[in-house]
């Protein structure tokens, strides 16, 4: 029987989404869990993997096209299957097929530009209708409205003179060429600076992240509590660990306090919660998110049920899912269902800083780096391992007291890394 696919909601604020290209197309077999398409989100480029086995039967919705969730997307089915067409939000029947016209501006529209471009020459703007529109595929809009491209000044190869794929690309192509040419040229060196303003377009992503953040620090009471953790017996434990493991598999700081934080609000559920109006929900999985620095913005990559693995795994599939989302290529169950999430700038050379809750969690660990320090123990002066830490909580959830008691229990495991192990 035919199974009609939906646009996923990926995030509990989505309400839309981009199909950026479709992977499989009609008549091609697929397996479940095969990629269908990819799609792009407020937070990502997504892949979406097809949740049934058989042909593809039907593409409902083009390349570039934004879907609401829950929105037919495609349907699959057996090889022959008749199918009914889907019926969207609006009430209207999707037309089971498209117009030889679609067909071929959207063939035009997947067309590869060649390897070797040619330079673009001075571009003729393209013919508009009466009404001013220009004549451009929704994949080609796309791509111009995020590259800041004047579809006006672009001459339109799809049917009609339609602008597609291509030809904005080819537009990119000429202007970083540009770009280059004068950089290498050598009077280039004695040219003036410019300090004009610059008007640089939010993302969606970055759109996401300031409504997020605006959202979570007016409508949650924040509150944050500071500890310094002694690192020596991490740091020893992970040396000794590391000579064991081949480069790519070697354990990071973060991986032993992704495990520790996971133990730890084993004892703290109020922490590992959402506030729901007049209760909370103290969540039966610890699902560690990682927040993860990519371009253009931020995103959270989850670890789920990391109570309940060994160090080696959780570091495992932290790696994989910081490699796809740094990739543009994550995948839905990467970035969902976090039920507390840890920032660490360690990396950096941070010393401390605080972190913004991430709505619906209740908390959030920031993190920095582990450093060889000056310390004073028993009246010695020595030279030990020390990182500072701090927890931001929802004040509606948990008050000082609970959290400062999670932060020494966290203490307990990593200043006693065995207890991680066993």
Known sequence: MAETINMPKLGFDMAEGTLVRWVKQVGENINKGDVLAEIETDKATVEVESPASG?????????????????????????????????????????????AGEKEERAADEKPLPIQPTPASAPSTVSTPSDGAIKASPLAKKIARDNNIDLAQLQGTGPGGRVVRRDVESALISSRTSKVSSLQSPTASFAAISHDDEIVQLTKLRQAIARRMTESKISVPHF????????????????????????????SVNDFIIKAVSLALREFPNLNATFAGDKVIRHGAVN?????????????????????????????????????????KVKPDDIEGSTFSISNLGMYDVENFIAIVNPPEAAILAVGSAREVPVVESGELKVGWRMKATVSVDHRVSDGAEAAQFMQSLAKYLETPALMLV
Not at 63 to 76: L, R, Y
């Open 288 to 328: 560690v998110g990682v927040a993860v620095a990519v371009t253009g913005g931020l995103l959270t990559v989850v670890n789920k049920s990391t109570d309940q693995l060994p160090l080696r795994q959780i570091s495992a599939d932290v790696k994989q899912k910081v490699a796809r989302a740094r990739d543009g």
């Open 224 to 251: 944050y509590v500071s500890h310094e953790y002694k690192m020596d017996a991490v740091m020893a434990m992970r040396k000794q660990v590391n000579e064991y493991l081949p480069d790519n598999r070697k354990l």
């Open 55 to 99: 042909v593809v039967l039907q593409l409902i919705v083009n390349q570039g096209d934004v879907v609401p969730v829950n929105a037919p997307i495609a349907v699959v089915g057996a090889a022959g299957e008749k199918v009914d067409a889907p019926v969207i939000e609006s009430g209207k029947t999707l037309a089971p097929g498209v117009s």
